[in-house]
């Protein structure tokens, strides 16, 4: 059974970067297209940035231009590169296949865009 482990939040001003990191144990993903979502106090978890398993990218409109999704198949991983980062980005952000069929659940990573 595949485990999702995300990393790499914190506290940024806006304006800034952060680079999350989703490892992969217990199966491979190289197969599954894998997203980023996220999850803001009192709204619903959204899905802003999916990776096919051939590499292809799909970007929100709230997001694109300012985040790049990536994937490091040889590490099992994916990524998330976010820049240009506004207060709205503040949320925690999970990792996960958009497939109907999902993964369990990690405990996602905390992002706060604050100055």
């Known amino acids: 059974q595949v485990q999702l482990v995300e990393s790499g939040g914190g506290l940024v001003q806006p304006g800034g970067s952060l680079r999350l990191s989703c490892a992969a144990s217990g199966g491979i993903i190289s197969v599954n297209a894998m997203g980023w979502y996220r999850q803001a106090p009192g709204e619903q978890r959204e899905l802003v940035a999916w990776i096919t398993s051939g590499g292809g990218t799909y970007y929100v409109a709230s997001v694109k231009g300012r985040f790049t999704i990536s994937r490091d198949n040889t590490k099992n991983a994916v990524y998330l590169q976010m820049n240009s980062l506004k207060p709205e980005d503040t949320a925690v952000y999970y990792c996960?296949?958009?497939?109907?069929?999902?993964?369990?659940w990690g405990q996602g990573t905390q992002v706060t865009v604050s100055s």
């Open positions: 996960n296949t958009p497939a109907a069929i999902k993964f369990a």
